[in-house]
């Protein structure tokens, strides 16, 4: 096999890598557009707190706010309320991230009360015994609250007294991010114990827009007993995710330690329950009154509160922004197990993450989050793998240079036994051996970049670092694809493209194009039937057309890397010298 032959290979097999996942792993229909439905509750889980009553239609998020009485919330990083009439958390804004990468769009809404348009509310209660008789808070309890807004430096306290011993409380701090400590105390005044059970519950009304890939994980999340679950087969048995909890039954575990919710992209609301006290956990779909009801909860294990006593229970909240060093610190500093998993690094975790880390520090510390950092980060990432693998690519390219200057010997080997398929073979081997060239040895700095390749997809895919992330000229996301066309002259016709795909190639996958085209012609040219010739010829053009849907920063990483690989190829294949051999 001749050298041209394995580069061919080569981008084939990588050619393959790439799209065969998306062969493999089809995009994922769109799930259909809301409709507009009456609203309501659904029960909390075990014996606690039944319905609300159902609002008659679905009311504006700004309205259905207004038609209670609220303590707002206000830190760093995000602004809601919390409704006084169920202590529900159902108002959430996240003020760092817009919706666009125009920061004048509008603020991402994390949670929206029942009876809006996409209702996402959190709830913590109690839940008491089958056939007891307890009164309990319920959604339709109005509660006293001890301030009126819940900052960092202001907790809240919300007390409610069911007028027959019982005396409920419910104590909320916030820290300065997305973490939200929720203390629940019983004072039992009525000379009898009462058995209770402290439950949290995520409620999700309709199952939201999802990206078009499935290879991001949204939906159900989960960490119990040190397991991850989630939508891939790779995680566990269950499959923690919305089509599969739409078919039923609930997911229902047990676990000490761990965390459950719902994750997006880029965001995630998820309960975090005491660490050191065993809970049972349920992820379930209700589909009553035409509307998909998801609810994630868990419900401790029955406690006592002793007569004139008390019983408290303390549980945690996160909702927020999927930031990568805020969930290290809090796995550590809480002991949430790990929490750095709902961010989905995918099966290259090994890689992936030690990849987001490197960008990030180059960000941070080199580059002091200048303009254009996180691009600026992919181009040092880049030099630093390529210095990494130089002792193997210079051997690789050392081969390459002597299978180039054994082209005539081999030519001379075709002419002269090109009838004879095995006796060519034979003595094209017996050539190599001679003068110590490997003709494989060219495929390895394609095959060593792949795991590399694919790893920088998922971080500029999932991390939210790289989400709106500018870079010089026209990238002002390097998370998404390149914005310009060749169409309009990349924007100096002063016409608008149509949003074909195959029409969408922007300036940067055409240099990536031509940087891989002149990587091509470095390589030694052998003497190769027309087919294999024009095949050999389209992989730039065919290469150019499919990364250009792909994200902005990973076009850049690959015409970087190409740049340097053509430095590097040429300096050594120039000084690559072999002495004639015969045959």
């Not at 609300?52 to 700004?62: D, L, Q």
């Not at 398929?421 to 390895?444: D, F, S, W």
């Not at 914005?483 to 002259?489: D, G, Q």
């Amino acid at each position: 096999m001749d050298q041209n032959r394995n580069v061919i290979l080569a981008l084939v097999i990588s050619f393959a890598i790439l799209f065969g996942w998306q062969l493999l792993f089809p995009s994922k229909p769109p799930p259909p557009p809301p409709q507009s439905q009456p609203q309501g509750q659904p029960a909390a889980p075990g014996a606690g707190p039944g319905a609300v009553a159902a609002a008659e239609t679905v009311k504006p998020r700004a309205e259905v706010l207004a038609q209670t009485p609220r303590i707002a919330i206000r830190t760093p990083k995000i602004a809601g309320s919390i409704a006084l009439i169920g202590a529900e958390l159902d108002d959430l804004t996240l003020l760092d991230y817009s919706e666009t990468a125009d920061p004048k769009s509008p603020k991402i809404e994390l949670l929206s009360p029942d009876g809006s348009e996409h209702p996402y509310f959190v709830d913590f209660g109690w839940a008491q015994p089958s056939g007891a008789a307890v009164k309990l808070p319920g959604p339709n309890t109005r509660w006293s609250a001890s301030g009126a807004e819940l900052t960092p430096q202001q907790p809240v306290d919300l007390t409610w007294d069911n007028g027959e011993g019982l005396r409920f409380k419910r104590h909320y701090a916030v820290d300065d991010n997305y973490m939200f400590t929720v203390t629940q105390t019983v004072e039992n005044d009525t000379g009898q114990p009462v058995s209770l059970s402290a439950y949290g519950r995520i409620v999700r009304v309709g199952e939201p827009p999802a990206s078009t890939t499935y290879l991001l994980h949204e939906g159900p999340i989960a960490v119990l007993n040190g397991t991850l679950h989630d939508g891939g087969w790779w995680a566990s048995p269950d499959r923690y995710n919305y089509a599969d909890v739409k078919k039923g039954p609930p997911l229902t575990d047990t676990t000490t330690g761990g965390w459950l919710g719902f994750t997006d992209k880029y965001w995630l609301t998820t309960l975090v329950p005491e660490q050191q006290a065993p809970v049972t956990t349920e992820v379930r779909y209700n589909g009553e009154g035409h509307r998909d009801v998801f609810q994630a909860d868990f419900t401790s294990s029955g406690q006592t509160v002793p007569a004139h006593g008390a019983l408290s229970t303390e549980n945690r909240l996160f909702a927020g922004a999927k930031e990568v060093h805020l969930f290290d610190y809090y796995e550590s500093a809480l002991g949430i197990p790990r929490f750095d998993r709902a961010i989905d690094f995918g099966l290259f975790y090994w890689i992936t993450k030690p990849i987001f880390l490197a960008l990030d520090f180059f960000s941070t510390h080199i580059f002091y989050n200048a303009y254009g950092s996180f691009g600026l980060s992919i181009l040092l990432l880049t030099l630093c793998i390529k210095l990494l693998f130089f002792p193997l690519a210079n051997k690789s390219y050392r081969a390459m240079g002597k299978m180039k200057a054994l082209q005539p010997e081999m030519q001379k080997l075709r002419e002269r036994f090109g009838d004879d398929k095995a006796r060519l073979n034979q003595e094209m081997m017996a050539l190599y051996k001679r003068v110590g060239a490997n003709p494989m040895a060219g495929c390895l700095p394609i095959f060593i970049q792949i795991p590399v390749f694919f790893s920088l997809y998922k971080v500029l895919y999932v991390t939210i670092e790289m989400r709106h992330a500018p870079f010089y000229g026209w990238i002002h996301d390097l998370s998404a694809p390149d914005p310009t066309t060749f169409v309009n002259l990349f924007g100096l016709l002063p016409f608008a493209a149509p949003n074909i795909s195959f029409l969408m190639v922007g300036a940067w996958p055409i240099m990536m194009g031509l940087t891989q085209y002149l990587q091509q012609k470095l390589n030694p040219q052998a003497a190769i039937d027309p087919v294999q010739q024009k095949m050999f010829m389209l992989l730039p053009i065919v290469f150019t057309y499919m990364l250009s849907q792909f994200a902005a920063g990973l076009v850049i990483y690959w015409t970087w890397n190409n740049l340097l690989s053509i430095a590097q190829q040429w300096m050594i294949m120039r000084r690559a010298t072999v002495a004639p051999a015969t045959a």
